[in-house]
């Protein structure tokens, strides 16, 4: 936003926003903390301890045991990417609402919501690049953090600029 408002770029810039906003970033960062750990808790509940063996066991289950989890495991799936739909739209404008506008907590969460909500098939479009990219870029730590990272930044801001440019 420095660079967009003629200012030359520094590398303070990056960290501008725990200057002024810390205490609202971190109940952020708490709020999504805490909703991560609530999706867990969920997928443990969906899927029971039957999964344990699995994880921890050094025996290889047998097909059966695959085929009885395969079923609660996609259900876990399914309900968690249901309740994260509606989480990252909530969290995907709220950092630069809190920076660049200088807005509340949620305030942010539902102001970006709903400006997801609004525009959903671009936000879609978005989400399945990001995927993409990130699927790419899975096995390669360095390529994620020199191409992933900088490009998903840049894009989040371009679509900060274009859904709130009347702001």
């Known amino acids: 936003d420095a660079l967009r408002q003629g200012q030359r770029f520094e590398v303070g810039h990056l960290f501008v926003g725990f200057r002024r906003h810390t205490s609202k970033l971190v109940v952020l960062g708490a709020l999504s903390l805490v909703f991560g750990v609530i999706s867990v808790i969920i997928m443990v509940l969906i899927v029971g301890t039957s999964m344990l063996p699995l994880f921890v066991g050094g025996a290889e289950p047998t097909p059966e045991e695959v ?13 968690i990417m249901a309740v994260s739909l509606p989480l990252s739209m909530a969290y995907l404008f709220s950092i630069p609402l809190i920076v660049l506008k200088d807005s509340d907590v949620l305030p942010a969460l539902r102001t970006s919501f709903f400006a997801c909500l609004k525009n959903v098939l671009p936000f879609l479009v ?42």
Do not use: N
């Open 67 to 79: 085929a009885s989890m395969l079923l609660p495991m996609l259900l876990a799936v399914l309900v």
């Open 126 to 167: 978005w989400s399945l690049a990001m995927f993409g990219m990130s699927m790419l870029t899975i096995f390669t730590l360095f390529l994620a953090m020199l191409l992933l990272i900088p490009v998903s930044m840049v894009s989040l801001y371009m679509s900060y600029r274009d859904v709130f440019h009347d702001i």
